[in-house]
């Protein structure tokens, strides 16, 4: 199996081998291992070779939509959801050479959610608008070579959502800011490691701006750049984590009130828990072996007990991992579930309105994406 179905035009290196909380005098013990469960549904229709997932309230009907990437038709799937975690619709939206990724926003600032999406041949990321539900391609801004992700956030502190992209062919953060109204102009291109591929925003060090944390895949090493404010980025940090770190997301995990990072490995078949000790230096707490070549992680609390856990999508194994955060031993996983081939991405919401978190996988060579509701029982 070709290191092209893990991440296709990417370059990204495949390996062969396998690797109490108080509160009212009452204590939410972990739940017990077999008690988390998720229940799977029937698959929503994609166009082909889906990558990528994205999930907000797209017709402000109040309930969660979904947009897939799909990389081999060039194109954006939305699918909207009746409120029980069915979705419906066949509308796909044409964007620019090979998209990997995207993340929904209100870029233009009218209350809608948007989307920008990352095309890694073409070296754009293309905007897509939502005019009450329905999307029209807006502008594609020219970037730096491959990108592969991408996030939003308000990185100058103006009140609207900027843009970072993550560049693996450039090796390399492109920050968009936004005048307001949903126009684009490139502020700063950073200088990152060997074959990025993803990012987080967020205050890690505690002076209350959004700062970036970049993966590097091909240097197994996590590198943070501090915002001063203004949107200017300086290097802070950089360290080591498993080998070929594929995914990465940001959470308080230890409940200490700062944000903490965990990523998914590749290369070593785990899980990287990286404690913050509150002013953005990093150590790791743990590593929790999962299934075989992991590709992407999500965070949520799944079992409603107050703390964030994981989910590790598993490609060669063809499983998902569930990681649960304990009150005081850090994260145990629970069980690995049985999926479908090819899986690329996961996202997470709560897709029917019961207030427990669901999650959404896209699966490249079946064309879909699979809906695994939650059924745990609430501790």
């Given at each position: 199996m070709s290191r092209d179905n893990y991440f296709p035009g990417?370059?990204?290196?495949f390996f062969t081998r396998c690797p109490l909380l108080l509160a009212a005098a009452i204590v939410l013990l972990p739940l017990p291992l077999d008690a988390f469960d998720f229940q799977r549904e029937t698959p929503v229709v994609a166009d082909q070779n889906p990558r990528a997932i994205s999930l907000a309230d797209f017709d402000g009907d109040g309930d969660v939509d979904m947009a897939?990437?799909?990389q081999r038709s060039n194109t954006v799937s939305i699918r909207s959801n009746d409120g029980k975690?069915?979705?419906?619709?066949?509308?796909?939206i044409q964007v620019q050479v090979k998209p990997y990724g995207s993340a929904a926003a209100d870029l233009?600032?009218?209350?809608?959610?948007?989307?920008?999406?990352v095309n890694s041949r073409s070296h754009t990321v293309s905007l897509l608008n939502n005019r009450g539900g329905r999307f029209v391609s807006g502008e594609?801004?020219?970037i730096d070579a491959s990108p592969v992700s991408v996030i939003c956030s308000d990185f100058d502190a103006d009140g609207d959502q900027?843009?970072?992209?993550c560049n693996n062919g450039g090796r390399s953060i492109s920050l968009l800011l936004n005048d307001g109204r949903g126009n684009f102009h490139e502020a700063q291109v950073l200088s990152v490691g060997l074959t990025p591929i993803a990012l987080v925003p967020g205050d890690f060090d505690g002076d209350g701006d959004t700062d970036i944390a970049v993966a590097n895949n091909g240097s197994d090493r996590v590198w943070v750049w501090n915002n001063n404010g203004k949107a200017y980025f300086t290097i802070h940090v950089k360290f080591k984590v498993g080998e070929g770190p594929a995914q990465m997301v940001g959470g308080d995990f230890d409940g200490d009130g700062d944000l903490d990072l965990a990523t998914v490995n590749i290369g070593s078949d785990d899980v990287s828990i990286l404690s913050n000790g509150g002013t953005g230096g990093f150590t790791i707490s743990q590593s929790l072996s999962v299934?075989?070549?992991?590709?992407?992680?999500?965070?949520?609390?799944?079992?409603g007990d107050g703390r964030e856990d994981l989910v590790a999508l598993n490609y060669s194994d063809q499983s998902l991992s569930i990681l649960q955060n304990t009150a005081d031993k850090g994260f145990r996983k629970v069980k690995d579930l049985p999926i479908a081939t090819t899986p690329t991405d996961i996202a997470v919401s709560d897709l029917n309105g019961d207030g427990l978190l669901d999650l959404a996988i896209a699966h490249s060579s079946n064309h879909n994406v699979e809906i695994w509701l939650n059924v745990t029982s609430r501790p």
């Open positions: 990417t370059g990204l290196r897939i990437v799909n975690g069915r979705f419906s619709g066949a509308e796909n233009d600032g009218d209350g809608a959610a948007d989307l920008a999406v594609s801004y020219t900027d843009i970072a992209t299934g075989k070549n992991p590709n992407s992680l999500a965070i949520g609390d799944f079992d």
